[in-house]
């Protein structure tokens, strides 16, 4: 998976979720935005201080995330 510079994890900021650029907007945020019929234009509107380049981590960071196998950890 290439470097995702854009999305973060800090556990000060909005309890550890991934965010934007270090920013309160998470990915799940973002990517309900999209979800929900908005374009980008109009969400780089609503939200000018996101780019495009944030959008389409955001998007990159879900496809990576919803492809990703969680293993339960099983007791001995």
Known sequence: ??????????????????CIRGLRMTVGTVIG?????????????????????????ALAYAAWRSEEIEVPLTSA
């Open 1 to 18: 998976m290439k470097n995702l510079e854009r999305i973060t994890l800090n556990p000060e900021i909005m309890g550890g979720k991934p």
């Open 33 to 57: 935005l999209l979800a929900s019929g908005l374009s980008e234009e109009e969400i780089l509107k609503m939200y000018p201080y996101l780019q495009h380049d944030d959008l389409m981590q």
